[in-house]
């Protein structure tokens, strides 16, 4: 009997060839479960506590000298150096000399470490906490250093025994001088980093990262599109609302959202922005036409949410937190407007920048320029609004406020393209009639309507003009 051809048995196959697709498919699940547990969410939301917690870097210090030191006692036995001689009086001497120093140092660095949060956030915002001061790659290290050398040292304190290993006292030795040198080197950093200055250049430097990520186009002479997206409140959809507990939104994996749409050839509407405070039960996506077949999990797996905001995809953060630097400077409490000065010179700074990027839409389109994603960022006018207008209200009644707020205005206003002037127009119409309110002598209100890049004592040459019933 002849079978036919699409019948006929499959030729045999060798032990080889079934050992390797048994590995395939056993590779093809683990991938599949660790994609299943390992959302983007997760990760993103591990990502950002590592960035900003001080016991990683210790942590890993304590893994690696348990890898180093025995590779440096094998290396001292092989060679058997004996070039300084030390007894084991020698070597515990100078094992105990460094394990006192390393606590003393760490002691101080963590004793002054919790003071200088507290100082820095009741005098400037409790934001830089997590922002600045945590993430502080100095601070981490140098904290590292201490905890390798500390752990080392006790290590080789240990197997003291017949007499001093010369290679592992040398490391020691090099050890506690950098130590020191650290030591030394992070006093003075600290002291340079909590100053105002550097904390809103800091915030500033991230805040301008951020701008270029999220806003990747050079504007030109012509206005933002509008983002509208025809029909996409047109026919059947449907509401995701979010589950979990309540929290601000971080961030958002937009290239998974613009797959998942494409591959459903429909629209998926994001309806908070990063940064807002999401309530248990609120809706978070609106899936419009075919769109509305994807899976709730997989799209709570693109949002990444949490108890407090980041930088990472929130432009509006960083002027948040200058903001807010200004405010507190320009507390009663507190009364330094210079500190405010220093806030308007990095919030004229990402003003700037925001102003020369093309700020998008609300869609985000696939590469075939379809409509996909409904994700809505900061428009111009919410920038302005945010850097300019609690500042003008709390800080207009300084003269250096109300002189460094003019000089940006006017700076922003020539360098800027056209369709970004009326907010700006606006904001400096609002300050105009705030002085005017505010300074009731003729004197006072001549010197504040006076533009100057430092507030008071720069204004270029300029001078005060003399009120026509003084005259």
């Known amino acids: 009997m002849t079978l036919p051809a699409g019948d006929a048995p499959a030729p045999p196959r060798g032990g080889g060839a079934i050992l390797i697709e048994n590995i395939e498919r056993f590779w093809r699940r683990t991938e599949k479960y660790v994609r299943s547990k390992l959302v983007w969410n997760s990760l993103y939301r591990v990502t950002s506590y590592l960035r900003s917690s001080l016991w990683i870097v210790p942590f890993l210090a304590i893994l690696l000298v348990l890898a180093v030191v025995p590779i440096l006692r094998w290396i001292d036995a092989r060679l058997a150096w004996r070039l300084f001689g030390l007894t084991v009086a020698g070597a515990q001497s100078l094992y105990e000399s460094v394990i006192t120093l390393t606590l003393s140092f760490l002691v101080f660095t963590f004793g002054s470490l919790l003071v200088a949060i507290q100082v820095a956030s009741g005098q400037l915002t409790p934001r830089i906490i997590a922002t600045t001061l945590l993430r502080d790659k100095v601070v981490k290290y140098t904290v590292g250093l201490f905890v390798f050398t500390l752990v080392f040292a006790v290590m080789a304190l240990n197997r003291v025994e017949t007499g001093g290993h010369d290679i592992v006292a040398i490391v020691i030795a090099m050890l506690g001088i950098g130590s020191i040198a650290s030591f030394l080197f992070l006093i003075d950093y600290a002291a340079r980093l909590l100053r105002p200055v550097s904390i809103l250049a800091h915030v500033g430097d991230a805040g301008l990262a951020v701008i270029k990520a999220v806003y990747p186009l050079t504007t030109g002479a012509a206005a ?220 006072d209100l001549a010197l504040a309507r006076v533009p100057d890049a430092q507030g008071l004592g720069g204004s270029s040459g300029q001078t005060v003009p003399t009120p026509p019933e003084l005259r």
């Open 224 to 443: 933002d599109a509008t983002g509208e997206v025809p029909g996409s409140g047109d026919g059947p959809h449907r509401v995701v609302a979010h589950e979990s507990s309540s929290a601000s939104v971080l961030a958002v994996d937009l290239g998974t959202l613009v797959r998942e749409a494409e591959r459903t050839d429909g629209i998926i509407e994001f309806v908070p922005r990063v940064g807002d405070f999401v309530a248990a039960g609120e809706p978070l996506f609106i899936l419009h036409g075919n769109a509305r077949a994807i899976d709730d999990a997989r799209l709570h797996a693109t949002v990444a949410f949490g108890r407090e905001r980041t930088i990472e995809q929130d432009p509006l953060f960083s002027f948040r937190i200058m903001v807010d630097i200004a405010l507190k400077a320009l507390s009663p409490a507190i009364n330094d407007p210079t500190t405010a000065v220093l806030a308007l010179d990095q919030i004229h700074r990402l003003l700037r920048a925001v102003g020369r990027r093309q700020l998008r839409g609300q869609t985000i389109h696939d590469a075939w320029g379809r409509e996909r994603v409904i994700y809505r960022t900061p428009n111009w006018e919410d920038f302005v609004h945010l850097a300019c207008h609690e500042i003008r209200m709390c800080g207009a009644n300084s003269v250096q406020v109300a002189r460094r707020l003019r000089a940006m205005f006017d700076n922003l206003l020539l360098t800027l393209p056209p369709h970004r002037r009326p907010a700006l127009e606006q904001e400096s119409r609002l300050l105009t009639l705030t002085i005017e309110l505010l300074y009731r002598f003729p004197e």
